[in-house]
């Protein structure tokens, strides 16, 4: 259900079908659509890793550096080519799965959001895994910690592509770690596909974040 709808929060309608066919190794002769599925199903795999880890209490701090980037890594461990290679009309890059970017051409606009440089994505991450790990907070901090901390991963925007789909997976395992489960129909990116009032509440509130600051009584900033 989590990889149902993580990918229809990135555009991609992959049906349950389809997931289950990708499970079984029966994947699409369309290169497009066969893509879609190896995604699914390699969200499917990351994320029973998290959770078997968080059965087997070996789940590391869900906002380390480290585990993001294992996250990145496993999510594209057995990615075509196709699926690494990124371009627009300004740059074309391979992808290093676990890699920051480090590169002024890994430097790209998300929507309204310029994300901070390249050559300053490791010292914003360094604080990010200081500032929210959750063993500086109480019950109710932790839980309160998981909306700002995939906002701010999402601000941070560490690596090329995927960052979205590792957000996701990374709020899934702070809800492990914060004991209000993370498993079942009522899955965390069902809740963020499907909104309060739309489904395109998540993405609406995301890009409102990144607004400017209107007014001097307005909480937005980079700060925020």
Known sequence: MNTYYSNLIEGHNT???DIQRALSRDLDQNEERRN???????????QTAIDQMSQDGTLPPA???????WIHSEFYRDAAPAMLALKNESRKIVMVPRQWRSKPEHDNAVGRHLPPSSERVTDFMR???????????GTAGRIMAIPPAHHRLNYIHPFPDGNGRVSRLMSHAMAHQTGIGAHGLWSISRGLARGLESRGEYKRMMDLTDMPRQGDLDGRGNLS
């Open 15 to 17: 049906r349950a079908r």
């Open 63 to 69: 906002t380390s550096a480290d585990f993001i980037q």
């Open 127 to 137: 604080y990010f895994e200081q500032r929210y790990n959750l063993s500086h907070f």
């Open 36 to 46: 879609l599925q190896i995604e699914a199903a390699t969200h499917v795999r990351v």
